[in-house]
Nanobody, 119 residues
Framework: QVQLVESGGGLVQPGGSLRLSCAASGSIFSIYAMSWYRQAPGKQRELVAAITSGGSTNYADSVKGRFTISRDNAKNTVYLQMNSLKPEDTAVYYC?????????????WGQGTQVTVSS
């Protein structure tokens, strides 16, 4: 079992920056692939960025060059640095931890943190 707690959301003007944090507890953090998803009103949840246990990253095209995902295994925390924010980045952002063993995949989710980009 993994418990995830996000923080760092809020209201920011277009062009501004925010850093989201996701603190994990309850298991060995370093073995999990970590991701950030977001869900805007009336839309499906979408993958924003992911980082493997080995540190490889991938990003949605819409955030490439603006967002950076990183992890600190010593602190059991994954981060999402968001720069040059746009109104369309407004959403609830969720942290996800995933571990796959053979054919079994275990997914854990945080409660979400609201990000609002508006002038």
């Amino acid at each position: 079992q993994v418990q995830l707690v996000e923080s760092g959301g809020g209201l920011v003007q277009p062009g501004g920056s925010l850093r989201l944090s996701c603190a994990a507890s309850g298991s060995i953090f370093s073995i999990y692939a970590m991701s950030w998803y977001r869900q805007a009103p009336g839309k499906q949840r979408e993958l924003v960025a992911a980082i493997t246990s080995g540190g490889s990253t991938n990003y949605a095209d819409s955030v490439k060059g603006r967002f950076t995902i990183s992890r600190d295994n010593a602190k059991n925390t994954v981060y999402l640095q968001m720069n040059s924010l746009k109104p369309e980045d407004t959403a609830v952002y969720y942290c996800n931890a995933r571990r796959t063993i053979a054919t079994m995949t275990m997914d854990y989710w945080g409660q979400g943190t609201q990000v609002t980009v508006s002038s």
